[in-house]
């Protein structure tokens, strides 16, 4: 049976489409056919953080329009067999997003034997957002230790609940997670940033992962690599974990407490 | 935190997370409640007034209206209370 995970926020930059593409990559890894789709229309960006941008040919809204088939649309990961991008249009306009047309690609996804179908949210909660999430079944909540992050992940939860398929259609909820990014272990020590105690005491949504601030996802961009792919780093690892949890299988918590330091290193930062 | 960082005076003030963490208790418990609200209520309330004061003397302070959409149950509840002055 095929699933419909939207990766959302409500606020800008705290790692969705990073979040999406390394997600999406872990799904893909296990053999299952999984397809990212780039709901930013305008603002395309899954294409370059997955690094296939110089092979997108036709996008989401030439598929809706029917300028183009699924296809041709579809853009094959060279690294892993079973992972596949719909890029977002870069010129069009969100509107062109409509529920129909979100729908029928959906559909032709799931008779395409896709099992994982991956919905990268823009920021906001304006029809690209809400369309990315309407048909979820379930819902990756991206958030930051900061506030704004905070309140935003709390009022996109509630589109989920009242917004979505599942929630107009009076069927079992969208099962939301939530997924911690730029978590920084010295900060909530000296008690700078919230802890996953606080945030989980405000959102109250289970906690797929928790993803350590690292220079390696910046570098992943950098590189067009899914920081998934990076096994030698922290955030990687973490990534990784998160799709197993999501897949069914416990993992303990990783890079969540401070990391004791060396006499040097203490003496001359780091 | 390095040697030099050590002795620099603006070092990053301690303790803020909890202040963070209960604005945001309080912002987030306050848009629950007012999430749901439908957004014909004020109109609703005006024309209520309207009515009752066909009927009685009252000032639009005397009605108070509250929607409330209980999550744990599958229905909401649109409560009307008037202040009625003594009969006299």
Redesign the interface.
Known sequence: MAKVIVVTSGKGGVGKTTSSAAIGTGLAKTGAKTVVIDFDIGLRNLDLIMGCERRVVYDLINVINGEANLQQALVKDKRVDTLFILPASQTRNKDALTQEGVALVIEALKADGFEYIICDSPAGIEQGAMMALYFADEAIVTTNP??SS??DS??IT?MLS?KSYRSEKQMEPVKVHLLITRYSPER?E??????IE?ID??LGIDLLGVIPESQDVLSASNLGEPVILNQESDAGKAYQDAVDRLLGTPRDLRFVTIEKKGFLS????? | ?????YFRKDK???????L??D???I??AH??SS??VPSYMPELQKELVAVIRKYMDISSHDVKCEFNDRADDDMSVLEVNVTLPKNK
Not at chain 1, 190 to 195: H, Q, T
Not at chain 1, 266 to 270: A, S, W, Y
Not at chain 2, 1 to 5: E, F, I, K, R
Request: proline share 2%; net charge positive.
């Open positions: 900061e506030v905070v309140r709390d009022r509630g009242s909530v000296r008690e700078e940033m919230l802890s606080d005491d405000i203490r003496i001359f930062g780091g | 935190m390095g040697l030099l960082q990053p003030k301690k303790g803020t997370a909890k963070a963490k604005r945001l208790q912002i987030v848009e629950h999430f749901d």
